[in-house]
C-alpha cells in the first residue's frame, strides 16, 4: 500500500452538525449567573431579576464584510464578536451572551473552523460574555457569521439615540478613522504580494492601524468610567459606520441639529501619518472612516467639567436646536453640513 | 429622448442599507408587552418581569436549505420564521420577538425582498410575535436569512430535553414525513419542467404534501391544548431533522433509552399513497423525513387517560431504561435498533 503522504484535514462531512458544534464548543464555558441553559436544547434561556434584556444582531459575510487573505481566522471570530458587544455597551448595557451562527463551504477544514472558534472563545473569557447557542451549515460559497448578542441593563440606565437634548456636549471614547486606514493598508499589502508574492512588507508604522482593523476591542470600559464620574449620558451610539453617520442617527432620531468641532476629532499620530502616505484628508477618515467601535454620546453640558480632559473622552461638539441643522465647523471656522459617507455594502453593479 | 420600456425595478443599492431597513419593515407594528424598543437603535430592548427569557437562531441558505426555484419568496419568509417559533414552542414557552438579518446578491431587486417580507409580516402577525431588529447586506452569492426568535416563560413551565424519565409516553402532535414527501414531488416537478417547459403539473394529489414543504405551521397550540388536559411534559424538542435524531437526542440527554412502535407512527394518508408511488418505506419516512416541525414530548405515564384519543396526539412509545437501547418495535413485533438519518447539510465534496 502507498502511503499517504497528504497532512491530514478532518473534513466537516465526518463530523455532522451535532458532533462539529460540540467539537467546536467543547473549550467553551458558562461563566454567566444570567445563564440558565446554554448549548444543548432548542433554545438557550437567560434570566436576569428585574432588569431588561438587550438584543442585537449582525451578519458578516466574506468578500462583502471581510477578507481571509489578511484577516486570520482567529481575528475573525475575535471582531465579529466585538461588532456585536460593542453594540450592548452602546446601550450603557452589560453584555452577557452571544449565540454564533456560520456557514462555511468545504473548502474549510475542521482546522480552520477551531481557529475560528478560538477567537470566539478570546472574546467571550476577555469580555465575560458566555455562548449559549447557534447553528452550524455548510454554504454554497465562502464563509459567514451571523452573531447575537445579549445584553441586560436597569431599566433606568439604558441609554437610546434618540433622547439627545440641545446644549449637550458631544463626546467620543477613544480616537477615529485608524481601523479604515489599516484596511487600506492591508490591501495596499494584498495587491503587493499579488504582483510580488516575495515582498516582506514593512508594517512597523502601520501597528496600531492594523490593530485596529484586525483586532478591534469593544469599549466595555465606558460604562464605569462614566459610572465613577456619576455620568448618565442622554444618548449613546457605537461608532461602526463612520463618526459622521452616527452622529446623524443620534441628531435625526433625537430631532436636534449638532455642531462637530474639526479640529476636536481624535486622532491618533499614525492617523495622520498615514493619511499624507495616501494622501487622503484625515477630517474625512475620521468622519467617515467606520470600524472603529468607539463610543459616541453626548451628555448634559453641566457636565462638562467631570469630563473635560479625561484621557478616555474627547468633547468634540454640542447638540444644536432642529432647525440649525448637522454641522461641522472647520479649522478655519467655516460651517459645513455633514454628509453621511457611512460604508454601505450595497453597491450598484 | 427615447421612453425606457424595461419595467421598473429598484435596486437595493438606490435605497443603501438604512433605507432597506425602514422601507421593508415599514408595516410592522409592534404589538408585544414585552417589546420595549424595536428597530432602530443599537440593541432592541424586551423586558418580561420575573420570566425567563428564550433564545434560538436558525441560518437558512439558498441551495443549502431552499430552493428558489419552487419555493416562492412569501413562503420562504413565513417558513423562515416557523423554523424558529417551532423551536420555541418546543420549550413549552411563547414566542414573543424575532430579529431578522438577511444578505441578498445584485439578482435581487428590491421587490423580491417586498416578497420575502410579507411573509415574514404574515407570520408575524399570525403568530403574534414582533420584529424587533436584524441586519441587511449584500451577499457575493444567493441569498440567505438569519432569524433569532426570543420567547419567555415561567421558571417552572419550561421543558428541557433531559428531563424524560423510564416509562414516560412517548408522543408526537400532528403526523409525520410529510414535508420530506412534498419536497420529493417538487423536485420530481422541478426536473419535469426542466426537460418540459410546457408541461402542466397536476399537484392535486399532493397538495398537503405541498404545503407540508412550502408553508409550515409552528404548533403553537400545543402548550394550551397540554394546559388545558392538566399535563405538563417531562421533555420537549421539536421535529425539525427526523423523528429519530430527536428521540435519539431526549433519550441521550436524559441518560434513557426509547421504544418506537412502527404501527403508531401517524402518517397522512397522501403520505402512504406518496410512498407507494415513490417506492419509499413510509416508516423510514417517518423516522428521518425531518421539516415536520412537530413537536416530540414525553408524559408521565400517569398522564396515559388523559392524553389518549385526543386528536391532536399520537402515543408512539414509551421511555425504557438507558440500558435497553433505543429501538423501534416492527409492525412483526421485531425490535430493531433506532438509527438517525436526519437531514445534514454537510456533505462530502
Chains 1, 2 share one sequence.
Not at 462531512?13 to 451535532?18: T, V, Y
Not at 441609554?159 to 449637550?168: F, G, I, L
Not at 440649525?324 to 453597491?347: D, H, I, P
Request: glycine residues 8%.
Amino acid at each position: 500500500m502507498l502511503e499517504d503522504k497528504n497532512q491530514q484535514k478532518t473534513t466537516l462531512a465526518e463530523l455532522g452538525e451535532f458532533g462539529l458544534i460540540k467539537h467546536l464548543t467543547q473549550y467553551f464555558k458558562i461563566s454567566q449567573e444570567s445563564t440558565i441553559k446554554g448549548i444543548g436544547d432548542d433554545c438557550a434561556v437567560v434570566f436576569s431579576e428585574g432588569k431588561e434584556t438587550l438584543v442585537t444582531t449582525d451578519l458578516l459575510i466574506e468578500g462583502v464584510h471581510f477578507d481571509l487573505s489578511y484577516m486570520p481566522l482567529k481575528h475573525l471570530g475575535y471582531k465579529a464578536v466585538m461588532v456585536n458587544l460593542s453594540d450592548v455597551y452602546a446601550m450603557n448595557a452589560t453584555a452577557e451572551q452571544i449565540t454564533v451562527s456560520i456557514a462555511v463551504s468545504n473548502r474549510f477544514p475542521l482546522e480552520a473552523l477551531e481557529e475560528l472558534y478560538a477567537g470566539i472563545q478570546l472574546a467571550c473569557e476577555t469580555y465575560n460574555v458566555d455562548l449559549i447557542g447557534g447553528d452550524t451549515t455548510s454554504s454554497t460559497k465562502g464563509m459567514l457569521l451571523s452573531i447575537t448578542a445579549i445584553g441586560t441593563a436597569k431599566k433606568e440606565d439604558v441609554v437610546y439615540r434618540n433622547t439627545a437634548k440641545p446644549t449637550d456636549l458631544i463626546v467620543v471614547s477613544g480616537d477615529l478613522g485608524a481601523a479604515y486606514l489599516g484596511l487600506q493598508v492591508l490591501e495596499r499589502e494584498k495587491q503587493v504580494f499579488q504582483v510580488d508574492p516575495q515582498n516582506q512588507p514593512d508594517l512597523e508604522n502601520y501597528t496600531y492601524l492594523i490593530e485596529r482593523q484586525l483586532k478591534p476591542e469593544a469599549r466595555k470600559d465606558v460604562a464605569g468610567v462614566l459610572a465613577e464620574l456619576n455620568i448618565k449620558p442622554t444618548s449613546m451610539i457605537d461608532i461602526s459606520d463612520g463618526l459622521s453617520s452616527e452622529i446623524m442617527h443620534i441628531a435625526t432620531q433625537s430631532k436636534v441639529g449638532c455642531k462637530i468641532y474639526e479640529d476636536k476629532l481624535p486622532l491618533d499620530p499614525q492617523v495622520i501619518s498615514a493619511c499624507e502616505e495616501f494622501d487622503i484628508d484625515s477630517t474625512m477618515v475620521a468622519l467617515s472612516g467606520g470600524e472603529d467601535y468607539e463610543l459616541l454620546f453626548t451628555v448634559p453640558i453641566a457636565d462638562f467639567d467631570n469630563i473635560k480632559g479625561n484621557p478616555n473622552f474627547s468633547i468634540i461638539g454640542h447638540i444644536t436646536e432642529e432647525n440649525q441643522g448637522m454641522n461641522l465647523v472647520t479649522r478655519s471656522g467655516q460651517e459645513m453640513e455633514l454628509k453621511a459617507q457611512g460604508w454601505s455594502s450595497f453597491k450598484e453593479d
